[in-house]
Antibody, heavy 120, light 111 residues
Framework: EVQLVESGGGLVQPGGSLRLSCAAS????????MNWVRQAPGKGLEWVSY????????YYADSVKGRFTISRDNAKNSLYLQMNSLRAEDTAVYYC?????????????WGQGTLVTVSS | QSALTQPASVSGSPGQSITISCTGT?????????VSWYQQHPGKAPKLMIY???KRPSGVSNRFSGSKSGNTASLTISGLQAEDEADYYC???????????FGTGTKVTVL
Protein backbone atom coordinates (compact mmCIF):
# COMPACT_ATOMS: atom_id res chain seq x y z
CA GLU A 1 0.00 0.00 0.00
CA VAL A 2 1.34 3.41 -1.00
CA GLN A 3 1.83 5.75 1.94
CA LEU A 4 2.92 9.37 1.88
CA VAL A 5 3.27 11.08 5.25
CA GLU A 6 4.03 14.80 5.42
CA SER A 7 5.54 16.50 8.45
CA GLY A 8 7.17 19.77 9.42
CA GLY A 9 4.23 22.13 9.23
CA GLY A 10 3.44 24.66 11.93
CA LEU A 11 3.19 28.33 12.81
CA VAL A 12 5.93 30.61 11.51
CA GLN A 13 6.32 34.38 11.38
CA PRO A 14 6.37 36.28 8.08
CA GLY A 15 9.86 36.19 6.63
CA GLY A 16 10.64 32.96 8.43
CA SER A 17 11.58 29.52 7.14
CA LEU A 18 10.20 26.02 7.40
CA ARG A 19 11.22 22.65 5.96
CA LEU A 20 8.54 20.15 5.05
CA SER A 21 9.25 16.43 4.71
CA CYS A 22 7.32 13.65 3.04
CA ALA A 23 8.13 10.05 3.95
CA ALA A 24 7.20 7.58 1.21
CA SER A 25 6.60 3.84 1.47
CA UNK A 26 4.84 1.07 -0.42
CA UNK A 27 6.42 1.83 -3.79
CA UNK A 28 9.83 2.26 -5.37
CA UNK A 29 10.30 5.93 -4.48
CA UNK A 30 13.38 6.40 -6.66
CA UNK A 31 11.36 5.53 -9.79
CA UNK A 32 8.70 8.19 -9.44
CA UNK A 33 8.35 11.91 -9.98
CA MET A 34 6.92 13.88 -7.08
CA ASN A 35 4.97 17.10 -6.62
CA TRP A 36 4.06 19.47 -3.80
CA VAL A 37 0.54 20.89 -4.03
CA ARG A 38 -0.99 23.33 -1.56
CA GLN A 39 -4.47 24.46 -0.57
CA ALA A 40 -5.11 27.70 1.29
CA PRO A 41 -7.93 27.56 3.84
CA GLY A 42 -11.26 27.41 2.01
CA LYS A 43 -9.56 27.76 -1.38
CA GLY A 44 -8.66 25.57 -4.32
CA LEU A 45 -5.65 23.44 -5.12
CA GLU A 46 -2.42 25.08 -6.33
CA TRP A 47 0.55 23.23 -7.79
CA VAL A 48 3.77 24.33 -6.05
CA SER A 49 6.74 22.32 -7.28
CA TYR A 50 7.84 19.23 -9.24
CA UNK A 51 10.94 17.04 -9.05
CA UNK A 52 11.89 14.21 -11.38
CA UNK A 53 12.71 10.73 -10.12
CA UNK A 54 16.46 11.40 -10.12
CA UNK A 55 16.13 14.99 -8.89
CA UNK A 56 17.74 16.36 -12.03
CA UNK A 57 14.67 18.22 -13.27
CA UNK A 58 12.83 20.71 -11.07
CA TYR A 59 10.02 23.18 -11.67
CA TYR A 60 8.35 25.79 -9.48
CA ALA A 61 5.18 27.84 -9.62
CA ASP A 62 5.90 31.53 -10.15
CA SER A 63 4.37 32.28 -6.73
CA VAL A 64 7.18 30.42 -4.92
CA LYS A 65 10.09 30.66 -7.35
CA GLY A 66 13.24 31.93 -5.63
CA ARG A 67 11.83 31.26 -2.16
CA PHE A 68 11.09 27.52 -2.09
CA THR A 69 13.45 24.63 -2.87
CA ILE A 70 12.31 21.10 -3.59
CA SER A 71 14.66 18.17 -3.07
CA ARG A 72 14.62 14.45 -2.49
CA ASP A 73 16.75 11.73 -0.90
CA ASN A 74 16.06 8.47 -2.70
CA ALA A 75 18.15 6.53 -0.18
CA LYS A 76 15.81 7.71 2.57
CA ASN A 77 12.60 7.54 0.49
CA SER A 78 11.95 11.16 1.35
CA LEU A 79 10.83 14.34 -0.37
CA TYR A 80 11.47 17.81 1.01
CA LEU A 81 10.31 21.39 0.56
CA GLN A 82 12.49 24.13 2.02
CA MET A 83 10.40 27.27 2.35
CA ASN A 84 12.12 30.61 2.96
CA SER A 85 10.90 34.22 3.10
CA LEU A 86 7.44 32.98 3.99
CA ARG A 87 4.45 35.25 3.44
CA ALA A 88 0.92 35.24 4.80
CA GLU A 89 -0.31 34.03 1.42
CA ASP A 90 1.79 30.85 1.81
CA THR A 91 -0.59 29.74 4.58
CA ALA A 92 -2.03 26.45 3.37
CA VAL A 93 -2.19 22.70 3.75
CA TYR A 94 0.76 21.29 1.81
CA TYR A 95 0.36 17.89 0.16
CA CYS A 96 3.05 15.72 -1.33
CA UNK A 97 1.89 13.64 -4.26
CA UNK A 98 3.31 10.81 -6.37
CA UNK A 99 3.12 11.95 -9.98
CA UNK A 100 2.89 10.36 -13.40
CA UNK A 101 3.54 13.30 -15.67
CA UNK A 102 3.41 11.32 -18.90
CA UNK A 103 -0.19 10.55 -17.97
CA UNK A 104 -0.93 14.10 -16.93
CA UNK A 105 -1.44 13.08 -13.32
CA UNK A 106 -0.06 15.65 -10.89
CA UNK A 107 -0.99 13.25 -8.08
CA UNK A 108 -1.72 9.53 -8.39
CA UNK A 109 -1.33 9.12 -4.63
CA TRP A 110 -1.47 11.87 -2.01
CA GLY A 111 -0.41 12.34 1.59
CA GLN A 112 -2.78 13.63 4.26
CA GLY A 113 -1.19 17.08 4.18
CA THR A 114 0.57 19.29 6.70
CA LEU A 115 -0.67 22.75 7.68
CA VAL A 116 1.63 25.75 7.39
CA THR A 117 0.43 28.96 9.02
CA VAL A 118 2.35 32.17 8.39
CA SER A 119 1.33 34.80 10.91
CA SER A 120 2.78 37.19 13.44
CA GLN B 1 -0.75 31.55 -15.68
CA SER B 2 -4.40 31.81 -14.73
CA ALA B 3 -6.35 28.97 -13.19
CA LEU B 4 -8.58 26.91 -15.44
CA THR B 5 -12.23 27.98 -15.23
CA GLN B 6 -14.79 25.67 -13.64
CA PRO B 7 -18.37 26.38 -12.53
CA ALA B 8 -18.48 27.10 -8.81
CA SER B 9 -21.26 24.60 -8.22
CA VAL B 10 -23.23 21.88 -9.95
CA SER B 11 -26.10 19.92 -8.47
CA GLY B 12 -28.24 16.97 -9.39
CA SER B 13 -30.64 14.40 -7.97
CA PRO B 14 -29.64 10.83 -7.21
CA GLY B 15 -29.48 8.78 -10.41
CA GLN B 16 -29.08 11.80 -12.66
CA SER B 17 -26.02 12.72 -14.72
CA ILE B 18 -24.06 15.92 -14.31
CA THR B 19 -21.19 17.42 -16.27
CA ILE B 20 -18.46 19.72 -14.96
CA SER B 21 -16.62 21.87 -17.48
CA CYS B 22 -13.00 22.98 -17.27
CA THR B 23 -12.04 25.76 -19.67
CA GLY B 24 -8.43 26.61 -20.37
CA THR B 25 -6.51 27.98 -23.30
CA UNK B 26 -4.55 26.80 -26.30
CA UNK B 27 -1.48 26.84 -24.02
CA UNK B 28 -2.78 24.16 -21.67
CA UNK B 29 -5.98 22.15 -22.15
CA UNK B 30 -6.06 22.79 -25.87
CA UNK B 31 -2.47 21.74 -26.51
CA UNK B 32 -2.11 18.57 -24.47
CA UNK B 33 -4.19 15.48 -23.77
CA UNK B 34 -2.94 15.62 -20.18
CA VAL B 35 -5.95 16.68 -18.16
CA SER B 36 -6.65 15.01 -14.84
CA TRP B 37 -9.60 15.26 -12.47
CA TYR B 38 -9.59 15.05 -8.67
CA GLN B 39 -12.32 14.47 -6.11
CA GLN B 40 -11.90 15.98 -2.66
CA HIS B 41 -14.18 15.39 0.29
CA PRO B 42 -14.08 17.92 3.16
CA GLY B 43 -10.94 17.62 5.24
CA LYS B 44 -9.52 14.89 3.01
CA ALA B 45 -6.73 14.67 0.46
CA PRO B 46 -7.61 14.82 -3.24
CA LYS B 47 -8.23 11.55 -5.10
CA LEU B 48 -7.35 10.98 -8.74
CA MET B 49 -10.49 10.16 -10.75
CA ILE B 50 -9.42 10.69 -14.38
CA TYR B 51 -6.04 11.02 -16.12
CA UNK B 52 -5.00 11.60 -19.73
CA UNK B 53 -8.35 13.28 -20.20
CA UNK B 54 -10.50 10.17 -20.19
CA LYS B 55 -8.79 7.25 -18.46
CA ARG B 56 -9.86 5.91 -15.08
CA PRO B 57 -7.41 4.58 -12.50
CA SER B 58 -8.08 1.13 -11.15
CA GLY B 59 -10.82 1.24 -8.53
CA VAL B 60 -12.58 4.34 -9.80
CA SER B 61 -16.21 3.77 -10.70
CA ASN B 62 -17.10 3.70 -14.40
CA ARG B 63 -19.79 6.25 -13.55
CA PHE B 64 -17.01 8.81 -13.93
CA SER B 65 -15.93 9.72 -17.44
CA GLY B 66 -13.81 12.44 -19.01
CA SER B 67 -13.64 14.10 -22.39
CA LYS B 68 -12.17 17.12 -24.15
CA SER B 69 -13.16 19.43 -26.97
CA GLY B 70 -10.84 22.23 -27.97
CA ASN B 71 -9.82 24.21 -24.90
CA THR B 72 -12.50 22.68 -22.67
CA ALA B 73 -12.32 19.43 -20.74
CA SER B 74 -15.33 17.86 -19.06
CA LEU B 75 -16.05 15.40 -16.27
CA THR B 76 -19.36 13.57 -16.35
CA ILE B 77 -20.76 11.73 -13.35
CA SER B 78 -23.59 9.40 -14.28
CA GLY B 79 -25.99 7.70 -11.87
CA LEU B 80 -25.25 10.37 -9.25
CA GLN B 81 -24.92 9.01 -5.71
CA ALA B 82 -24.82 10.68 -2.32
CA GLU B 83 -21.13 9.75 -1.93
CA ASP B 84 -20.31 11.79 -5.04
CA GLU B 85 -20.99 15.00 -3.13
CA ALA B 86 -17.56 16.63 -2.97
CA ASP B 87 -15.33 19.25 -4.58
CA TYR B 88 -13.90 18.42 -8.00
CA TYR B 89 -10.79 19.94 -9.58
CA CYS B 90 -9.39 19.64 -13.06
CA UNK B 91 -5.69 20.02 -13.74
CA UNK B 92 -3.78 20.36 -17.00
CA UNK B 93 -0.17 20.16 -18.06
CA UNK B 94 0.74 23.59 -19.41
CA UNK B 95 4.20 23.22 -20.89
CA UNK B 96 7.66 23.38 -19.36
CA UNK B 97 7.41 27.03 -18.33
CA UNK B 98 4.22 26.75 -16.27
CA UNK B 99 4.09 22.98 -15.85
CA UNK B 100 0.73 22.40 -14.12
CA UNK B 101 -2.38 24.54 -13.68
CA PHE B 102 -5.42 23.60 -11.61
CA GLY B 103 -9.02 24.55 -12.15
CA THR B 104 -10.95 26.80 -9.78
CA GLY B 105 -12.90 23.88 -8.38
CA THR B 106 -16.56 22.81 -8.49
CA LYS B 107 -18.73 21.87 -5.55
CA VAL B 108 -21.06 19.02 -6.47
CA THR B 109 -24.25 18.78 -4.44
CA VAL B 110 -26.53 15.76 -4.51
CA LEU B 111 -30.06 17.02 -3.91
Amino acid sequence: EVQLVESGGGLVQPGGSLRLSCAASGFTFSSYEMNWVRQAPGKGLEWVSYISSSGSTIYYADSVKGRFTISRDNAKNSLYLQMNSLRAEDTAVYYCARAESDRGAVGVDWGQGTLVTVSS
Amino acid sequence: QSALTQPASVSGSPGQSITISCTGTSSDVGSYNLVSWYQQHPGKAPKLMIYEGSKRPSGVSNRFSGSKSGNTASLTISGLQAEDEADYYCCSYAGSSTFYVFGTGTKVTVL
